[in-house]
């Protein structure tokens, strides 16, 4: 069964600064996906940013990155100048078309002004 | 606007009591989704529905029944089974499974 593991509970950055959320994932799969899904205190889910597993290059959207290493499973949020409003819960996630998506326990990220 | 729509956004059961989640999405997507979400915790996949008329069973599906008869529609029902109720549930629609998933802004059951 495909797991997928957030190993920080908890994280904190101070505002301006990078921070890097880690995640990991096991699957006997070659083609999949994975994301990164934001829970603010409102409890609403958004996506963040996704990345194809056939697709070498990390996606990138605006402040927020991915280091994907798919031979390591490895696939790590980078969330450059950090501001106030990225505090939230973050999820990691994996989907295929034989599977429903899984997601990680998530972790909580701290922004200090 | 399309999204999801998830009502109600608090609901109180009381004991041997089933309730009904409503999760309505105009997004025409073909898969939609019921998690259970735990204080602190993640979300862990209750049922999940690719198509009109079929559903598949997720990790935590005993004291839970669904049923997808229109596409828009995927009513979730906590049935008296459930001993442990209290959460927060969301609901997603994806084109499909491998996909994106839309979420709703969820409903928080709590026991009377």
């Known amino acids: 069964a495909q797991t997928v593991t957030q190993s920080q509970p908890e994280m904190s950055v101070q505002e301006a600064e990078t921070v890097t959320l880690s995640c990991t994932y096991d699957t006997s799969e070659s083609d999949y996906y994975l994301f990164w899904y934001k829970q603010p205190p409102s409890r609403q889910m958004i996506l963040v940013i996704r990345?194809?597993?056939?697709?070498?290059q990390n996606a990138t959207e605006n402040r927020f990155s991915v280091n994907f290493q798919k031979a390591a499973k490895s696939f790590s949020l980078k969330i450059s100048d950090s501001q106030l409003g990225d505090a939230a819960m973050y999820f990691c996630?994996?989907?295929?078309?034989?599977?429903?998506?899984?997601f990680g326990a998530g972790t909580r990220l701290t922004v200090k002004p | 606007d399309g999204g999801i729509t998830q009502s109600p956004k608090y609901l109180f059961r009381k004991e041997g009591q089933n309730v009904t989640l409503s999760c309505e999405q105009n997004l025409n997507h073909d898969a939609m989704y019921w998690y259970r979400q735990d204080p602190g915790q993640g979300l862990r996949l209750i049922y999940y529905?690719?198509?009109?008329?079929?559903?598949q069973k997720g990790d935590i599906a005993e004291g839970y029944s669904v049923s997808r008869e229109k596409k828009e529609s995927f009513p979730l029902t906590v049935t008296s089974a459930q001993k442990n109720p209290t959460a927060f549930y969301l609901c997603?629609?994806?084109?499909?499974?491998?996909?994106?998933?839309?979420f709703g802004d969820g409903t928080r059951l709590s026991i009377l």
């Open positions: 996630a994996y989907s295929s078309n034989n599977n429903d998506m899984r």
């Open positions: 990345q194809e597993a056939y697709k070498q």
């Open positions: 997603a629609s994806s084109i499909r499974t491998d996909t994106p998933q839309h």
């Open positions: 529905s690719q198509i009109v008329n079929d559903f």
